[in-house]
């Protein structure tokens, strides 16, 4: 039987140290730590989302500013709205809400972020940092999740065989960097892989981020394996993982749930990146 990995416990530790150096920060600076949030549309997933996000700045003495937008809005309004917060001294993270209305280029939108202001770490220079890396940028909320979440197992990345499977730009690319970073013998899948399970059952560390419901089965999975669940898959019988929880868990080490694995983690190290801009 596998130890579940507390998403939710992981990232309330996390946020405490988030709230510990925001104020610090509000007492040397004589002002909060802001994050500014945009969101356009009407996706209500995305409402949700953007509500937790001020609610958790709220917990750790971020300053929260919001900007929404109907689907009319226009690129060259959002693209003007945040050069205005590129110059913001009060602003030091900003995050764009994906996604955006049908029409709107969000790579143009996402590159014009100041990078030092980029709370998401989807910029393309700290993407290249991350894979040159470098220490100044930043990662990537949910990747920089993952490696906490392994690491709250106690078990050293260093000289672990890591399967991600996934390629995403999101999650799958950044998560095998910070990987190869701690050490680990990393190799990414995806659809088009062949023999794949034959490769999941040789990793220590198994990412699953490919987007499709309990597409990771137990006779894919060594026994002992960490497995990090990445999947957000929901349907009319509700909210499923990536990983077959049911199956995998009496041959996995440790697994992460969902929910309650790495959904908490992505909130709280987006509030750790916009307090590291903050201090940088």
Not at 46 to 73: L, M, P, T
Not at 103 to 125: W, Y
Request: proline share 3%; with cysteine.
């Amino acid at each position: 039987m596998s130890k579940i990995i507390d998403g939710k416990q992981v990232a309330a530790n996390v946020k405490e140290t988030v709230r510990l150096r925001a104020v610090e920060f509000e007492k040397s600076h004589g002002r909060k730590v802001g994050l500014a949030v945009v969101k356009a549309g009407d996706d209500p997933a995305s409402a949700i989302y953007v509500r937790n996000k001020i609610k958790a700045c709220e917990a750790c003495n971020i300053a929260s500013f919001s900007y929404y937008f109907d689907s009319g809005v226009t690129e060259a309004q959002l693209l003007e709205l945040i050069s205005a917060l590129n110059d913001d001294k009060n602003v030091d993270g900003i995050l764009v809400q994906l996604p955006l209305p049908k029409g709107i280029d969000e790579r143009r939108v996402l590159s014009a972020i100041a990078p030092e202001k980029d709370a998401d770490g989807f910029h393309a220079l700290n993407a290249g940092k991350l894979f040159l890396g470098e220490a100044t940028g930043s990662v990537a909320c949910t990747p920089r999740g993952i490696i906490e979440l392994i690491k709250s197992t106690g078990e050293d990345i260093c000289g672990k065989h890591a399967v991600v499977v996934g390629r995403s730009n999101i999650v799958g690319k950044p998560v095998a960097m910070l990987l190869l970073q701690n050490n680990a013998t990393v190799t990414i899948c995806h659809s088009k892989t062949t023999g794949l399970s034959d490769i999941t059952r040789t990793a220590d560390i198994l990412v699953a981020a490919v987007g499709k419901k309990k597409f990771i089965t137990r006779d894919m999975v060594k026994k002992g394996a960490i497995v990090i669940d990445v999947g957000m898959n929901r349907d009319d019988e509700g909210l499923f993982g990536d990983v077959d929880f049911e199956g995998v868990k009496d041959v996995a080490g440790y697994i992460t749930p969902v929910p309650g694995g790495v959904g908490p983690m992505t909130i709280a190290m987006l509030l750790m990146n916009t307090v590291d801009g903050a201090r940088a």
